[in-house]
């Protein structure tokens, strides 16, 4: 009777430890799931943030860009001067304008290529032109104001270089109250296309 107790002991022992075991053997292997899915959500997670950090600094870097584009135009609209560095360079200048330097960059290009005409000038002009000659090319372009300070202003503009090969000569123009000034110097100076 006695053993017959002791086996019902045993049986009772290990019947009410298999769920006690099986449950904490299953909560200990979901536990362990869950925490696989965890790290490797909380892994992508990471990387989602990486990639929308680069995106935020990149269009950051282009609202700088625009708001220095902005700040120049609305400057030279008003009058005052923007320097490449975003501050203040002061007024626009006065007087009339008195052409100083011509320039056609580069001085050599091949056919149809890309090319940038710039006039520097001490006063203020209205109209800026450089006039293009070669062969039968005779063409005029008008230039846009890209800057000034108190003194002067540098007028530019690129355009689609002659599509024929050879030597052109160019020649600054400026309008202001109705007159016409040009650089001195008799001959225009020269670039070639190749």
Known sequence: MRRAVWVWVLVAFVVGLLPGG???????????????QLI?????????NQALQARLNA???SVSVLTRQLEQQNAQSSGTAVSSAGGSAGTAPTGPPGIFE??????????????????????HAEIAKMRVVGGSFDKIYDLARESFDSTGEVWQKRIKAPSS????????????AG???TMPGVSGWSFVVK
């Not at 904490?24 to 362990?32: E, G, I, M, Q, S």
């Not at 580069?106 to 001490?122: F, S």
């Open 22 to 36: 099986g449950a904490a053997w299953f909560l200990w292997r979901t536990n362990r799931e869950s925490r696989a």
């Open 40 to 48: 490797s959500r909380n892994t992508a997670l990471h990387a989602e």
């Open 59 to 61: 269009t950051e870097a």
């Open 102 to 123: 011509r320039s056609v960059s580069p001085e050599q290009v091949a056919a149809g290529g890309q090319i940038t005409l710039t006039i520097k000038l001490k006063g």
């Open 165 to 176: 090969p050879g030597t052109y000569r160019y020649y600054a123009i400026a309008n202001a």
């Open 179 to 181: 007159k016409k000034y």
